[in-house]
């Protein structure tokens, strides 16, 4: 490995070192918090008080029982969340894959125009709309109701593109010609062959749209703001925060905190490999 | 390509069934308005309708008075005169800037700093699946509980006090929270943890699409790690760096939820003190659900529109520019 070193640079050995060093720094900073998170749900709130210990405590069961007691409806908040976020994923994707298939496999006016539009609007962020968007639900009726949570998504830029660019490099339309001969109907085609083959890029999507929804603060907090039955677990957390939270038992507040975040760093573990190649492929226009 | 296809196989189909050619086409192409009819259909009710009324009450004035509402009276461009002779917007603009400033830097130079190490052949790094997974991390977590974890943590009396004083660092607790520089910083660093893995992985695909060839001629003509950086990698990175930095501040315009969260809604470190932190957004929030002020809201958000709109057709002209 010496005889890599050049008169500039570094050696590769001390170039790997210090990229270890780096590295685990960084693995530190980024798990530390998440560390302490998990220490701390499992210890009394008159033991917390003492200091930080490095080892777990005995108090996890109490701290869930006060939790599950307390006045925060946090289960309720999760079954919310969820139920927000899986039916967003899945209208999200859905109807981002039609959108998608709309352009690529046919011809029509104003097709490209059409695409450059979205293009355009991909990256306009929805608090510079959240004024009307709320006036609008307004009238509608529809405020602490999940629907103006759930059906927007349908129309979502970010998604539709990421199809699009999927389905130019895996879906040939002789596929959808010769489904045509076989006489299947448009809409059978794209349901039963179209989506099929769009399997890969639909479980990313769906998860970073889940994802994505599950942790939305900003809209939910004005959509879902007077109705307790109907909030979100970020708009509970808010809720904490905003609480005389002195008064607290921390361990419960610590039991709380671990309980929105947990779950989605398990799910994440799970499908890690998955999320990180996606990411790399959503990002690059390829 | 897939024109051409399409036009082959009408050709085709001319040849076959010449009298059923335009019906059974045009047919065909009408499937591709329906599969496009929900998307454009939920987009201008719940998008586009919403960014035109938004810029209509941009030009009333109309918000509640404490007793009921005022307005909607037609101002003209008085929102807008209003909006910048009040210096408030330009102190919620430049704490935004600075937040997003003092996150983005450590974020896009240790970035650079990992896709060259994770791209590089030669430093033949271990586990760097487990590295890439972990400092992703964070960008999934929620980040409302990820802010409140950090205000407990950083409390006067929590976990970080505790540790900095056991480790003889602090003699004192510090109220992180209660100054104006620590935070911003602590809002910053949580924009950093959350955001660098994002952007290493974004870099790494633009480095892995970098032609080998170059690094090896470099090689051959015996240029250092340094040097095939600096004079290799990151010219050929620019259009994507380019892509990195404005997403990056478009996200950044968009802070809200750490400084919501850690600040109370407050946008104050100390009660009483200057709005320090208080972000564009968060002020807008505070139009919307506190003061329902809508006319002025209506106005910040045009202008955050146009902002945007702005830093968007960049990016869009830079990643078209590419192919």
Redesign the interface.
């Known amino acids: 490995m010496r005889e890599?070193k050049?008169?500039?640079?570094?050696g590769?050995g001390a170039?790997?070192v210090i990229?270890?060093i780096?590295?685990i720094f960084?693995?530190f900073?980024?798990?530390f918090?998440f560390y302490?998170?998990f220490i701390?749900a499992t210890r009394s709130n008159a033991n917390l008080?003492k200091?930080?210990t490095p080892l777990p405590g005995v108090s996890f069961m109490d701290n869930w029982n006060s939790m599950i007691h307390g006045t925060l409806p946090v289960f309720n908040g999760m079954f919310n969340s969820f139920f927000v976020a899986a039916c967003s994923a899945i209208l999200s994707t859905y109807?981002?894959t039609?959108?998608a298939?709309?352009?690529?496999?046919?011809?029509?006016k104003y097709?490209n125009a059409?695409f450059t539009f979205i293009?355009?609007?991909?990256?306009?962020?929805t608090?510079?709309?959240?004024?009307?968007?709320?006036?609008?639900v307004d009238k509608m009726g529809l405020m602490n109701n999940f629907i103006?949570l759930i059906?927007?998504s349908?129309?979502a830029p970010v998604v539709?593109f990421y199809m699009k660019q999927y389905m130019?490099s895996t879906l040939p339309?002789?596929f959808v010609?010769a489904a045509?001969i076989d006489g299947s109907s448009?809409?059978h085609t794209?349901n039963f062959i179209v989506l099929p083959m769009m399997k890969p890029a639909i479980a990313v999507q769906a998860i970073f749209t889940f994802?994505g929804s599950?942790?939305n603060?900003?809209t939910p907090?004005?959509i879902l703001?007077t109705d307790e039955k109907k909030k979100t677990?970020?708009i509970l957390?808010?809720q904490?925060?905003?609480a005389d939270w002195l008064k607290f038992d921390?361990g419960q507040?610590?039991m709380m905190?671990a309980f929105?975040?947990f779950p989605?760093?398990v799910v994440?573990?799970i499908l890690?490999?998955f999320?990180?190649s996606g990411?790399?492929?959503g990002?690059?226009?390829g | 390509m897939a024109k051409e296809k399409e036009k082959n196989q009408e050709q085709k189909t001319e040849t076959v069934k010449v009298q059923n050619k335009n019906k059974k086409v045009v047919s065909y192409n009408k499937w591709g308005i329906i599969f496009l009819l929900p998307f454009v259909i939920v987009y201008l009710v719940f998008q586009l309708i919403p960014l035109v009324s938004t810029i209509v009450y941009s030009f009333f004035e109309y918000y509640d008075d404490g007793l009921d509402m005022v307005g909607p009276n037609f101002k003209a461009f008085g929102n807008y005169i209003k909006l910048f002779a009040n210096k408030d917007l330009f102190v919620y603009a430049g704490n935004t800037l600075i937040m997003w400033i003092m996150g983005f830097i450590p974020q896009i130079i240790i970035s650079l700093l990992l896709a060259a190490w994770f791209s590089d052949p030669r430093l033949r790094l271990k586990a760097a699946g487990f590295f890439k997974t972990v400092i992703y991390l964070p960008n999934l977590i929620m980040a409302s509980a990820f802010a409140m974890l950090f205000f407990t943590l950083f409390s006067k009396t929590g976990p970080v006090n505790s540790i900095l004083m056991d480790l003889g660092l602090f003699s004192e607790e510090y109220a992180f929270l209660d100054h104006e520089w620590s935070t911003r910083g602590l809002v910053a660093f949580m924009n950093f943890l959350m955001w660098f893995g994002n952007t290493t992985i974004l870099l790494m695909a633009g480095m892995m699409g970098i032609d080998p060839a170059l690094f090896e001629a470099a090689e051959v003509d015996g240029a250092t790690s340094t040097q095939v950086f600096f004079r290799i990698s990151l010219p050929l990175l620019r259009p994507i760096l380019v892509y990195v930095l404005i997403t990056s501040l478009i996200g950044g315009l968009q802070m809200f939820d750490v400084p919501q969260i850690l600040t109370k809604g407050t946008g104050n470190p100390l009660m009483g003190s200057n709005l320090t932190t208080m972000t564009l957004i968060m002020n807008l929030n505070r139009h919307l659900s506190v003061s329902k002020n809508y006319g002025m809201a209506g106005t910040l958000s045009v202008l955050l529109f146009i902002i945007t709109a702005i830093l968007s057709f960049i990016v869009f002209k830079v990643s078209t520019r590419k192919d």
């Open positions: 890599n050049t008169s500039k640079g570094f590769i170039r790997r990229a270890y780096v590295l960084l693995t900073l980024c798990l918090w302490v998170l701390n008080s200091g930080f109807f981002s039609m959108t298939y709309a352009i690529h496999a046919y011809n029509f097709k059409i293009l355009m609007i991909m990256t306009i962020p608090q510079v709309t959240a004024l009307g968007f709320i006036r609008l103006p059906v927007p349908i129309a539709f130019e339309l002789a010609e045509r448009e809409f794209f994802v599950w942790n603060y900003f907090a004005l703001s677990l970020p957390i808010a904490l925060r905003s921390m507040v610590y905190i929105s975040i989605v760093i994440y573990l890690s490999r999320i990180v990411v790399a492929l990002g690059v226009k």
